[in-house]
Every structure is written in structure tokens, then in C-alpha cells.
């Protein structure tokens, strides 16, 4: 029986990575790590990984949160990276068909925009057959007319046409915490909060690390065969640590999406369209809520805190309102917003977003393995290419055999629904139970779709709400989930779960603004942090709020 994946069982967890060599360690915490973590694990190897910050708190909860083959780099002849992430993104469905969903997308086509009709047709039709589409969910041309039908908002005068595809749509920070679950479940260990200082030498080969434990300052060695550097935008420093003639080989891009309330701009399906530069943005309705995105500009600030700038607020606002002359967004439309950096492998002569999304791995003489560049929709593949190495490094270095990659069928944590066919009977079955134990059918519902198979123990937390959370006056559905997220998910921080187990930050705002101190309270106590942590934890979490609503920026702007 797995030990839970639980804030309690950190400590443990440590000891456990320090007690003797594991076969692989994985640094970095984020959807590159936690693939890797679980491909390792399911091919028999004692795995571990480490995650400076909480699980997911770089790239991996700073996406556009879609699963997609990437239509726009079929532009750019990536036809083998549209290929694997097209059919990949199927995969990642079915493997998880409560975390990722399938996303109606219109392509409006406007006069000298981007693509033609002609265009658009074919570069569809070519994602379709290189995806391997379903039928059901293959490309459609449509008329002025029925585009306008589609999308009443959108300008007239411009528009020629439109194309209706199919994109998936997640969470990146539950698909991360999900696909690490799954691998703590089936025996690997995960810890977060934990920085690689150093790496530890034998015979001048790669053997461990030395990490340094952000919650206590405590330092541990952790000695492996084999380690994977998969820190994403961190790729180079990690790397320049382990050998300092090493140069640069990332070039990071900042990628902002703004949230908006869909009743300032009511889009009534997702879109892709042009920008007045000559790309192309999202706008994708979740939750009540609009978001819209993304920039793509070169970065080179503080890489575990970019910031939205004025520009790139401007840039995001004339977006929409150029589409969608009738909306005229303002700055204080603005409720949210999060701030991401792509990982690319650096090419000379190209601009941000000519830059190819592809992964690429390093091999050093030192023995360290690295891999950056990639997508979230690409990491199931990233990770057996990665664990492909890894055994043969093993049979190399001990004689050992492993299987073949194992993951193609696996569900992630929570997957367990009956594939992406049963997902809306497990749906119906699972709400009744909550209906019975006293949640609305839309309480219920929510925890179903948000946990999956694994809502029968969310549930669970239901009994001991009344006599528990009556000093915190804590609702049912959200003590349960502070409860499933301290026993299940390794929360430590309050940021932790209104951010990357439950995304409140970005798409309910307010919810967070109205139970911030009561979880604070929650979790101070059943954490027992001093007074200190305490302080940082609520200084931090305000901070957040204010930053996510973007203040500064929105006076200046408005
Ligand atoms: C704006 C934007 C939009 C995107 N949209 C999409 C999309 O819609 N679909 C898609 O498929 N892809 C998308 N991507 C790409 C995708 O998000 C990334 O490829 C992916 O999240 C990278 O994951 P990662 O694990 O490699 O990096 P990260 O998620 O950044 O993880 C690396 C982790 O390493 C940790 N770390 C660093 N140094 C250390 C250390 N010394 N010790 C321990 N841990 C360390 C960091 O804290 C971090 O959590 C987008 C990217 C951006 C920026």
C-alpha cells in the first residue's frame, strides 16, 4: 500500500530519497518532471524527484491550458511536432478524461489576415490527417454567414469566412499534480519546496545532489544512477552548475493571458484569431470567466516571477476590441492574470515566435541528462524518450532491463472513469453520492469533474465537516478540499491551492478574496507553522491577489 502523498509525509518522503541511491532523480517539478517521474516508475525504476517551488509553479500553471497539436507550427513545416502532439493530445484525453475536455474552436477568417480560406482548408485538413482527427471532430469551412451565426461579435467588415476545429482544453497545474500522483501512488517519491544546490561527483561521473530544503534551510544528500535536469525554464543554470563552459542554450519568451467576466466579452465557444500584428491569440471562455492570450516577447528578468507589463496589457486589450469592435475592452475590465516563460532551444536568426516548439535532449559528459523545449500536450512522449535513455544508462552501468514504455493506457490519478465514453455516466453516478451526503447537485458535479475517480475520497472529508471546520466555519466543499489537498497533494502553502490545486486565483477571483484568511487559518493550524511562516504565508498570498489583479498596471491604464 503507497504511503499518501500527503504535507505530513514530507519529512518521510526525504528520508526515504536519502536512505540509499535511487535509480533515477528527477529535478524539477513541473509537467516534464512529473511525465518523466511516471514513466520511470511504471517500468520498475526507484524514482524520486524534487521541486524547488510547489509542484507546477513554473511553466507548467502558466499555459494557455490547452491540449493541441499546435496548428499555427504547421506554418513553420513542423510536421512531425504537429503530428505527435496531435495524436498525443488524444492520449492525454483518454488518460485523464476529468482533467482535459474536447474545446470547440472557430477560426474566423479575415481579409489579409494570416490565413486564406484556401489556406486555413488545407492546413486543417492536413492537422486533421496528421492528428488522426475523429470524424466527428474534423475540420468544417464555414460562410460569412455561418461564422457570424457562430460568433455574432465578430466585425463584419473584415470577416470572410471561418473554419470550426477541435482543440482540448485542461487545467496544467491538476495535470501535473495528477500525472505526479499517479506516481507516488504506484511507489515513486515527490517532494516539493526542495532546491538542488550542487551535484555530488564519483570518478568525476555525475552521482547526486545536494538539496537544500526551502520549509526547514536543512541540507541532504541524494545520491542516484542516473539524473534528469527537467527544470524548464532553468534548464541552463542547472546545467552551468554541473559544468560552467557550458553556454546558454534556452531562450525564453513571455507568454501573458488576461481573464476577463465572460459578460464583458460573452464569446459563445472558444476562438483563434488574428492579431493586428500578424499573429494569432486565444480567447477561450472558462467558468463564467474569458480568458485571452497570449503574448510571445523575449525575456530576460526574474525567471520564477515574470511580470505583465503595460505593453503587454495594451497589446492583449487592442487584440480583442480589433476582433471585436463592439466589446471595447478596458484595462478595469481586466479580474486576473497569470504570467508565463516558454523554455525554447535557442535558434540564431529567429524571432520569438518562429522559434521551434520541439524538445531536444542533452547528454553531458558528466553523465547529467537534460531535456527542455517541448509542450504540456508533448510530455507523455518527452518523458519515454527521456526513460528510453535512462534504461539503457542502467543496463550500461548494472545489467538491468526494463520494459518498454508503459504509459499509452494508463489513466492518470483520477482517470479512472471509463475513458473519455464513460466519463459522462461516471459523472451522473458519482453525483448522486454527493447529493446524498448532502451537496447541491451543482456542489456535486464540480468535485466529480474537477477530481475524478478520486472524488469518492474527496467525499470521504464530507462526515467529519461539521465537528472539524466549525471553529473555521469552513464550507463543506471546501473543506474537503483543503483536506483532500493536504492528504493527497502536498500542500503547503496557501498559494499552493488557490492557485495550483483549484486555479481559484485566476478564474474566481473573488472566491479567494472571501476565504483567503479562513484557509490561512486552516492550514496554519493543521500545519503548526510558527508565527514567522505564518506571516510570510499571509504577506505572500495578498501579494499574489494584488498582483493577479494587476492594480498598478490597471490605474495607468484605464
Ligand atoms: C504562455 C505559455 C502558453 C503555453 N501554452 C501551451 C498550451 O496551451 N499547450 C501546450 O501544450 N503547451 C503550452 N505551453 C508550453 C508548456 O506550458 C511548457 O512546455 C511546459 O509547461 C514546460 O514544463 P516543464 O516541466 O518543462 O517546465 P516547468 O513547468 O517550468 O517546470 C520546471 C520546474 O523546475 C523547477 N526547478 C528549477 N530549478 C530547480 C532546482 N534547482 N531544484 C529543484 N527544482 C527546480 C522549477 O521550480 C519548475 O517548477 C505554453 C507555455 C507558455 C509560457
Known sequence: MSEFFSTQNRARFIEQMCQKPLDLLVIGGGITGAGIALDAVTRGMRTGLLEMQDFAAGTSSRSTKLI???LRYLKQLEIKLVAETGRERKIVYENGPHITKAEPMLLPLVKDGSLSKW????????YDWLAKVPVSERRRMLSVEETKTMEPLLDNSSLIGGAHYYEYRTDDARLTIEVLKEAVDRGGRAVNYMKVIDFLYKDKKIAGVVVEDQLTSDKHEIYAQVIVNATGP?????DVLNDTTKGEKLYLTKGVHIVVAQSRLPIRQALYFDTPDGRMVFAIPRAGKTYIGTTDTPYKGNTAHPHMTNEDLTYLLNAVNHIFPSVQLVASDVESHWVGLRPLIRQTGKGPSEISRKDEIFQYESGLISIAGGKLTGYRK?????????????????GRKFTACQTHNLPVSGGNVGGSTGFENFVKEKMQQGVLLGLTAGESEKLVRMYGSNVGQVFSYLQNWKVESAAYGLTPVLFAQLQYALNHEMVVTPADFFIRRTGALYFHIDWVRNWETVVWTYLMNELKWSKEKAIEYRQQMRELIQEAEGDALMKNTK
Not at 382 to 398: F, G, H, P, T
Request: charged letters at 20%; aromatic letters at 4%.
Open 234 to 238: 532553468w534548464v541552463d543554470t542547472l
Open 68 to 70: 493541441h497539436g499546435g
Open 119 to 126: 489556406s486555413a482548408s488545407l492546413g486543417l485538413a492536413v
Open 382 to 398: 518527452m518523458a519515454e524518450r527521456i526513460v528510453n535513455l535512462v534504461a539503457i544508462r542502467l543496463r550500461q552501468k548494472e
